[in-house]
């Protein structure tokens, strides 16, 4: 008979239950170190639903389910204009924080939600970002080992309909963090950052606002230079046109149908008013009852994948394939495995359980979150005003 002991459990509280928590719930199937205990959300409906399907406390704002007992560390998924004055709450009551892209929607926000999480002795992790994923983690492992001599350039770029899916009035004002530079840059940006060491020196970009009826940011092209000179260059499109996806054994995603962005561009011009779209949105939250099954979207794929990165090294360029990456060399085209591992969300309950119980490094912690915060606010600051903008708040990959 074992007389080992069983692994500390953490408790989590998870803070809004929007799109996202229909991503970050799931995630705790099948493992019994991590449980979910509290959520705190305005809609009776999600927390009726919560209630039922994991037996937790429920909340009608954050801060009362910060005051819980039974709460270890909190997953804020809130709006993004809210996950400053969230984190901070939850580190003010001594709770451990995952906190959803974009960290913040200011660099002083970002500071002060990491002089909280110090001055209080919590970990403060920053996603959900695609630089989890076990392809992006391989590269960098390649790319810092050196096989392929010393990185030369990253080049990265997605398309797909992402202003054409029903949103909600302040994910479409870029004051409240409501538009694609806030929302899909972190994934781009960390992908690179990793790769590329963590240290941006400058950036240069222009965005672009392409529909008059959805007036945020849905599109940019950046030029990133790192401290080492190494550039890095990403392009975003989210108007629903080509889809990136169509690449499929090319990037390992799911075949998607050519006219997908097509029903989604239609399905929402038959939202006449803003309340109607809003109705559309509503519907696909948790406990809105057309909540659609993450792991069933995901399917089989053994890889994530965002887009299309391609590394250039000084001996050969790596991409990703379905199931490993590929590297063509100096005189032969090979691959490299990538083990199967956490990724995204469950990646992210993972690197903060072991921080918290076994004293790891938090790798993707408030200061790397700033950090990529300053070059989404770059990119749309060097839009604004056509000029390069140095940054000052990097800091390094830990290898």
Known sequence: MSTQAPPRVLRYGVAGLGIASTQILPEFAGRPHLQLTAAADPRPGGLEKFAQQYGGETYDSVEAMCTSQNVDAV???????????????AAEHGKHVIVEKPMALTLAEAEAMNEAAERNGVKLLCGHTHSFDPPVRKMRELVHGGELGALRMISTWHFNEFMYRPRMPQELDAARGGNIVYNQGPH?????????????????????????????EGAYCAYLEFEDGTPATLAYNGYGHFDTAEFSEWVGEQQRDPDYNLRMRRQLSGAKTPEDEWALKEAQRFGGGQERDYHERRGDRPQSIFGVTIVSCEHGDIRQTPNALRIYGDEKVWEVPVAAGE??????????????VNDRPVFHDGRWGEATLEVVLAIMQSAREHREISLSHQVPVID
């Open 188 to 216: 781009q940006l960390d992908i690179v950052r990793l790769i590329g060491g963590g240290l941006v020196r400058s950036v240069r970009a222009m965005t672009g606002i392409w529909d008059p009826a959805r007036r945020a």
């Open 343 to 356: 990724r995204g969300r469950a990646a992210e309950l993972e690197e903060l359980y072991q921080a918290v």
């Open 75 to 89: 997953y804020v998924c809130t709006p993004n204009h809210l996950h400053a004055e969230h984190v901070i709450t």
